[in-house]
């Protein structure tokens, strides 16, 4: 499981080291599959995932094409039903009820309950192994802070994980994080790493052709 939002959240230092590792056939859970070499999109350009678990694909046409051919899973949730499904998975909870897809091929293999009167379908939680987020502050415990939209998916996911790798732009000593600032407690953080940075160009610096490879803000 991992955060991110098209790139933006997703910890490039952690993407880099499973690339190197070789490791496969994975099942990737997180919003979507980012741009073909951009985030979690390298994994997937590079063969390295089996299923995806996201709300969108269409960032990255690699992704696309391995769904067609058959080479790749794909499982699709409406964005807020899979953050919903993330959150209740981190919280102990056994699944979220939802109306979405009521009367249609959603309700395929689903089990149907009726609450108040209204019909409802049955989402279990989402759970992890591993779950890899990207912080801008962290402290040898774990606590996090995230910086602005970067923010996004990461808590969800730092809370599902059975064990949790946060990688941050920067450790800080104990003491040093004002506890007001911190959104992920250290008790869902099993390790901490830092970041050496984001490694692949934004699609908008391509287009804009600087060749920076700096982070934007809130990233």
Do not use: C
Request: overall charge neutral; glycine content about 16%; proline content about 7%.
């Amino acid at each position: 499981m991992f955060g991110g939002f098209g790139g933006v959240g997703t910890p490039p230092t952690l993407i880099e080291g499973l690339l190197a590792k070789g490791v496969r056939e994975l099942v990737l859970i997180g919003n979507d599959t980012g741009f073909p070499h951009i985030g979690i999109g390298r994994l997937v350009t590079a063969g390295r995932a089996k299923k995806v678990i996201a709300s969108h694909i269409g960032s990255n046409p690699n992704a696309g094409r391995q769904m067609e051919d058959g080479s790749l899973e794909v499982e699709f949730y409406p964005q807020g039903t899979l953050a919903e499904k993330i959150r209740a998975g981190g919280v102990g909870l056994g699944g979220i009820l939802v109306d979405v897809g009521i009367g249609t091929i959603m309700e395929q293999g689903r089990e149907r309950v009726t609450v108040g009167g209204r019909p409802y379908l049955v989402e279990p939680a989402l759970t992890a192994d591993v779950a890899i987020v990207h912080a801008r502050q962290a402290d040898p415990f774990g606590n996090l802070v995230f910086d602005k939209s970067g923010r996004n998916f990461n808590p969800l996911v730092a809370m599902a994980g059975r064990f949790t790798i946060a990688e941050a732009d920067e450790i800080v000593p104990f003491g040093a994080l004002d506890p007001e600032h911190v959104v992920t407690p250290g008790i869902f953080v099993h390790m901490v790493i830092p970041s050496k940075g984001v490694n692949w160009e934004w699609a908008w610096e391509k287009k804009a052709g600087t060749g920076s490879r700096s982070a934007p803000p809130g990233s």
